[in-house]
């Protein structure tokens, strides 16, 4: 799909906008920008167009992805000093369409309070209601058939928070395993059923969760079928794949710095593509800020001690990095249920579903699994302890002495006191995971039979509102070397209390009918390694089993400079008059739920500000 040219004939274009990174956001900006057909953009992507893979587009297939160079840039953690030195591996789509290309496709939203966050930290322009007009406008809603709404709840769906019209198609698919159907009656016994559509921002409770599906096929919808296909054969739109974007060139002696094009690799070549307006940069949380030190603009101490020349000092760059913690419950299934155990090791039952789902569009490749938003007050009082120790509420208030993160956390713990916004993911997988495997995410998902001979249902519990703050800085001046990454996760008191307490209440849930009655013994008996949790023992559980939901964010953090800000809330990086960065790395705070939603409406709304900024 991608239209063929040498990287000597895309560094010899004449360009508008240079994009480095056509992931989710990137190839989002791609296409609302060239709408305008005198306006010409270049997108650099390291991965190439997968857009015709079947290992992409095929829903039950994300987990083969990560871990294969291929498709993943398999990035890791440091260890983690707070959870027993533990590594994270953390998947990133090397790809058109980026990190959308290899998740879940879970089509789940931030709340009304995540977003008027980010304007209460000096950000004008961002609230709830600002932003709801770009979550329309990125998405397409499929309604649910009969066939769908016979076998799960749909009844909470609010079409007036749903577009009609955008590139992205969400759907409910078409098929739901036993686990699936049990989830929302569970949460309902439990007095936690949904309390509307979570798309407004809202709402709370366990529902059946939208997926970034094209209905028919179902398939895969991500940045790369959905903005880009569309558009490749656009004049003015151009894609160079397989390259790496190594560093934005400046005009020298220009204050505020102007960029004027980007530095990019190809097998040891060296080029150099000129931006007549903008450079954008759309890497990821973990490459923007990345691809920021490496120009010149970070921290001072730092740069120079890897010889890089500061252009801009700017110590936030890489700080902020906050992220969706996880960590699996694991529960042996009851006799006779279908587990992706069953998948993995039956290849007469794996040629059955892989005919179901090419052939008739259904089964459990075309599925996914669903989650539950549940405020803290709703986890302790169905645990019947009391409110939040008043030692960590001070904790809460008082622990951070960055200006950011003291008002960050403010507006943190208002949320997890408040009894209608949400502190939980949780979430059922019809399988095991494996924490001792959690820096190899492919291991992560595959228990080898031998020591995992069984079949396995898991609970997972998300961290949605994070208060420990985590890093990601350059190691060399070699832009190839993969920069630091040190989420010091769970260096907060609170992070773990937090989540021990939603690991006790998945413990809950598992021994709540109608989820009980699959699982072998009513969801006492455990998969191996993991046992009957209590207060004593969970939080070191926590330590010895965390992983991460793979939503990293905020190391580009849109702020004010004095208050930890990268860039301005217009995407601006601080000390440049034309350079941006469009991508979670943005997010002053993590939000609820999945991140691409998102990201594709934070790039709407970006592309509308670069137009309205267009002589």
């Known amino acids: 799909m991608v239209s063929l040219i040498s990287p000597a004939a895309f560094a010899a274009s004449t360009f508008d906008y240079v994009i480095a990174g056509g992931g989710t956001a990137g190839l989002t900006l791609a296409a609302r920008l060239t709408e305008n057909p005198t306006v010409r953009v270049g997108i650099l992507e390291a991965g190439i167009d997968r857009t015709d893979d079947p290992t992409v587009l095929t829903p039950g297939f994300a987990p083969l992805m990560w871990e294969n160079p291929d498709y993943d840039w398999i990035f890791k953690t440091v260890p983690q000093t707070h959870g027993n030195n533990r590594v994270i591996a953390h998947p990133r789509g090397k790809q058109l369409g980026g990190s959308s290309a290899i ?78 159907k049990a989830w929302e009656p569970t949460y309902k016994n439990l007095g936690l059923g949904p309390t509307g559509d979570p798309k407004g921002g809202l709402a709370t409770g366990a529902y059946t969760t939208l997926l970034s599906l094209e209905p028919k096929g179902p398939s895969r919808s991500y940045a790369a079928n959905a903005y880009y296909k569309p558009n490749a054969a656009r004049p003015n739109l151009k894609v160079l794949t397989g390259v790496l974007a190594t560093q934005v060139i400046f ?135 009391g409110p939040l120790p008043e030692n960590l509420r001070q904790i809460a208030a008082s622990s951070n002495a960055n200006p950011l993160y003291s008002k960050q956390d403010a507006l943190f713990l208002a949320q997890l006191l408040n009894p209608t916004e949400t502190t939980a993911q949780e979430i059922n997988f019809p399988g095991a995971l494996v924490p001792a495997s959690s820096s190899n995410a492919s291991a992560l998902y595959h228990p080898t039979a031998e020591t995992y001979p069984g079949n396995y249902f898991s609970l997972l519990a998300a961290l949605e509102h994070p208060f420990s703050r985590g890093s990601v800085h350059l190691t060399s001046a070699d832009p190839t070397v993969y920069p630091a990454i040190d989420p010091k996760y769970l260096s907060h008191p609170l992070d773990i209390y937090v989540v021990s307490q939603i690991l006790l209440h998945l413990q809950q849930v598992a021994r709540t009918p109608p989820l009980s009655n699959l699982l072998k013994d009513s969801g006492k008996a455990y998969q191996e390694g993991f046992y009957e949790l209590n207060d004593k023992n969970v939080e070191d559980f926590v330590r010895n089993s965390f992983g991460s939901e793979y939503h990293p964010a905020g190391t580009c953090a849109m702020g004010p400079r004095a208050e930890g800000g990268v860039v301005d809330e217009k995407s601006k990086v601080h000390g440049t008059r034309n350079l941006r960065v469009v991508d979670a790395s943005v997010f002053p705070t993590m939000v609820r739920g999945n991140l691409a939603s998102l990201v594709y409406a934070v790039a709407e709304k970006a592309a509308d500000t670069i137009k309205a900024e267009q002589k």
């Open 251 to 385: 005009a020298p002696s220009a204050h505020p710095l102007k960029a004027t094009g980007v530095a990019f690799q190809v097998q040891g070549q060296n080029y150099t593509v000129a931006a007549n307006e903008e450079v954008i940069l759309c890497a990821g949380t973990f490459q923007s800020p990345h691809l920021l030190e490496l120009s010149g603009i970070g921290d001072s101490k730092l740069l120079k001690s890897k010889g890089i020349e500061v252009l801009y000092d700017n110590g936030n760059v890489g700080e902020n990095l906050q992220d969706h913690i996880l960590i699996p419950l694991g529960f042996k299934a009851a006799p006779g249920e279908v587990t992706f155990e069953t998948v993995a090791r039956n290849e007469t039952y794996f040629a059955q579903i892989l005919n179901d789902y090419t052939k008739n569009h259904t089964g459990p490749l075309a599925s996914g699994t669903s989650n539950a938003y549940i405020s803290f007050s709703q986890i302790l009082d169905a645990l019947k302890k």
């Open 103 to 180: 998740n879940f496709d879970y089509w789940t939203h931030a709340s009304r309070q995540d977003i008027d966050n980010w304007g209460a930290l000096g950000n004008p322009g961002w609230s709830w209601k600002e932003l709801l007009p770009y979550y329309l406008k990125s998405e397409t809603y499929h309604p649910p058939p009969a066939s769908v709404s016979e076998q799960v709840d749909t009844a909470f769906i609010d079409p007036a928070v749903h577009g009609r019209s955008g590139p992205v198609q969400d759907s409910f698919p078409p098929y739901y395993d036993s686990f699936y």
